[in-house]
């Protein structure tokens, strides 16, 4: 009689663990499973209802981009780009990472999933974006400019030689003296602005042609701040509207696959 109860107790226990996490629905043949559910529910502080719709949804992005390759060489090398913007290395970033609870191989993950997502775009969107016109950009810019603002001075040192090579090898060696300055953002061609906003603290500018000799920069620091002009502004404005029109044609794309994909209800 013990026994049976024993044997009935595990049964049950069993069977409740199948139902904490059970598959609750699938979608194109791509399971969601109850615990999910729940995560995701508790994750974005949504109702059930509201985190089923996000996993569809999900699932249906899944389902789009199954065929689109990405190989592990092509997560190296954004992992290593985004390291480099961020001027740490790869072994600090995970450091980071992992001191704000993410798992490295979960932020690998997501970096896969970026690329796949961009590559989609490119092969089955982009086509239906044009370019911004000059009013949609000042109408961009009117919106966000209390959020543009750059460094109203930066620090560099400065390397300057004859030979272009010459100045590479010695930048690469570390084996070169250089002169500190301090350069006004107001003061700079926007060519050159663009340049060193784009090179991070402790990175180093590609030789440029200064006439009859090379010069080649080190950004030591970027301070102060100053309001971005809208012609200053035009290049990060035509990467927002972008940015913008990529994620509503992404958008819209996606809740039309949704209306197609075959959704099937379990519990």
Request: proline content about 3%; overall charge positive.
């Amino acid at each position: 009689m013990k026994k049976a109860i024993f044997l009935l107790l595990i049964m049950t226990i069993f069977s409740n663990a199948k139902m904490i996490n059970s598959v609750a629905m699938s979608v194109n043949g791509l399971a969601i499973t109850t615990a999910e559910i729940k995560a995701v529910s508790k994750q974005y502080r949504v109702s059930k209802d509201k985190a089923v719709d996000m996993l569809v949804m999900d699932r249906v992005q899944q389902s789009a981009m199954k065929d689109i390759p990405v190989t592990n060489a092509e997560v190296q090398e954004r992992l290593s780009l985004i390291a480099k913007q961020n001027n740490i290395t790869l072994s600090k970033m995970k450091s980071v990472l992992k001191s704000q609870g993410v798992r490295w191989s979960k932020y690998q993950d997501k970096i896969r999933n970026v690329i796949k997502k961009d590559k989609f775009f490119r092969m089955k969107i982009a086509q239906d974006i044009t370019p911004p016109s000059k009013t949609e950009l000042k109408k961009l810019y009117d919106k966000t400019k209390k959020t543009l603002f750059i460094p109203s001075s930066i620090s560099v040192v400065e390397y300057k030689s004859k030979n272009q090579k010459s100045l590479q090898e010695a930048i690469k060696a570390k084996k070169i003296k250089g002169k500190w300055k301090r350069l006004y953002t107001k003061d700079l061609e926007p060519s050159m602005l663009n340049i060193l906003m784009r090179t991070p603290n402790g990175g180093y500018t590609q030789p440029m042609n200064a006439g009859g000799e090379y010069i080649a920069y080190k950004v030591v620091s970027k301070s102060g701040k100053r309001a971005m002009s809208f012609e200053l502004a035009q290049p990060i404005l035509s990467r927002m509207y972008q940015r913008e029109q990529q994620d509503k044609l992404l958008k819209e794309y996606f809740a039309k696959e949704k209306l197609k994909a075959k959704i099937k209800k379990l519990r």
